[in-house]
């Protein structure tokens, strides 16, 4: 027998009747839109982010859609040995052309977290080893942060940074820099607490700027007990 908590889980019904709305507002204010859309997609941006569902790429920047090519995981994390990963980025540097790839971070990162306090999550433990690899590197720096969500969000910082690096050093936009294609990886984090981005600081044109780059980057993390955009 069905219970009632069963049959109301199959129902969506508001999901669909809001896009249902979505989809006339936007119709009535550009009645063109959709079919540009539907002819093809050639946007200048991939973003590579954190999950969350409080990071909405396309709604933070102020684009509609079409603008941006996505991928988001938890903890924004590029790992080499990840295809999913991999083959975004491989269609959007070569089949897309895109111009720019944007890893965007944020502050009080749920991942970041549970690494920072060494919590036990399951399955996912083994995903964010990644990021206790990039705490135990910097464990000084972090270590010297009084302020335990202070440190916490400078790994969110330093987790962007390491990752700017980690797309950079991809045989894919290695060699498109080779053949000369206009590609830029940026580092940005993101503020739930004010709704703002931010630059890290760390933008790579070609394979020479990134380990310069990356140690400016490092080094404007420092200085103890800054303060955040967030703390008061």
């Known amino acids: 027998m ?25 119709s009535e204010t550009d009645p063109g839109f959709f079919s540009r859309l539907a002819d093809q997609q ?35 994390i590029v790992v080499h040995s990840d295809l999913n990963c ?3 980025v491989q269609f959007a540097v070569e089949v897309l052309k895109v111009k720019h790839i944007i890893v965007c971070g944020h502050y009080n990162c749920g991942g970041v977290a549970a690494v920072m306090n060494n919590r036990e999550l399951g ?3 083994n995903w964010l080893n990644h990021i206790h690899d990039i705490r135990y ?27 700017v690096a980690n797309v950079c050093r991809t045989t894919i936009v ?8 206009d590609l830029a990886v940026h580092g940005w984090i993101y503020g739930l607490y004010d ?8 933008c790579v044109l070609n394979t020479k700027e990134m380990e310069a780059a990356y140690v400016a980057a490092i080094k404007s993390t420092e200085g103890g007990d800054r303060v955040l955009p967030h703390v008061t």
């Not at 069905?2 to 936007?26: D, I, Y």
């Not at 509609?64 to 988001?72: I, K």
Request: proline share 4%; glycine share 6%.
């Open 174 to 181: 290695r060699d498109a820099w080779q053949r000369g294609q």
């Open 86 to 88: 991999m083959a975004v």
């Open 123 to 125: 399955l996912i433990d």
């Open 42 to 76: 050639a946007p200048d941006y991939l973003w590579i982010g954190c999950a969350d569902s409080r990071v909405p790429a396309n709604q933070i920047v102020g684009v509609d859609p079409g603008e941006l090519f996505v991928h988001r995981n938890v903890a924004n």
């Open 195 to 202: 709704g703002r981005l931010r630059d890290l600081g760390m």
């Open 2 to 26: 069905v219970t009632e908590k069963e049959r109301n889980m199959h129902k969506l019904a508001h999901l669909l009747e809001s896009n249902a709305k979505w989809s006339q507002q936007v």
């Open 137 to 163: 590197q910097h464990l000084d720096r972090l270590e010297a942060i009084v302020d335990p969500q202070a440190r916490c969000d400078r790994l969110c910082e330093l987790n962007v940074i390491t990752q």
